[in-house]
C-alpha cells in the first residue's frame, strides 16, 4: 500500500502533467491557427472552424485591448503564445511552492 505521501507526489505529478499538456495542445491549436490565416483556407472546412472557434475569443479580447495589426500583420497570436507560456510558467511555479 502507498504512503500518504508518496501518493500525493504521483497526484501532484499527474496533475502537473494534465495541466502541461492542454497547454501545449492550445499552443499548437494557436500556432496551426496563424499559419492557416496565412493562405486562404475553405472557411467551412471542420478543421478550420475548429481552430478559429477555439482560439478567436482569446485573440478578439486581445486585439480589443492591444493594436496588434501594423501593416496588416496581425500579431495577436504571437502575444498569445507569450501569455500562454508566462501563464504555464506561473502556474507551475506557484505549484512548485504549495508542494
Do not use: H
Not at 29 to 56: C, H, Q
Not at 60 to 77: E, H, I
Amino acid at each position: 500500500m502507498l504512503r500518504e505521501g508518496k501518493g500525493m507526489n504521483i497526484l501532484l505529478s499527474s496533475v502537473v502533467e494534465v495541466i502541461n499538456l492542454v497547454f501545449q495542445i492550445y499552443i499548437f491549436i494557436v500556432i496551426a491557427r496563424a499559419i492557416v490565416s496565412w493562405v486562404s483556407p475553405d472557411p467551412y472546412n471542420p478543421i478550420v472552424r475548429f481552430l478559429y472557434s477555439a482560439t478567436e475569443p482569446p485573440l478578439r479580447w486581445l486585439r480589443r485591448m492591444l493594436p496588434l495589426q501594423f501593416g496588416g500583420v496581425d500579431l495577436s497570436p504571437l502575444v498569445l503564445l507569450l501569455a500562454l507560456t508566462l501563464l504555464r510558467r506561473l502556474i507551475f511555479a506557484l505549484l512548485g511552492q504549495l508542494f
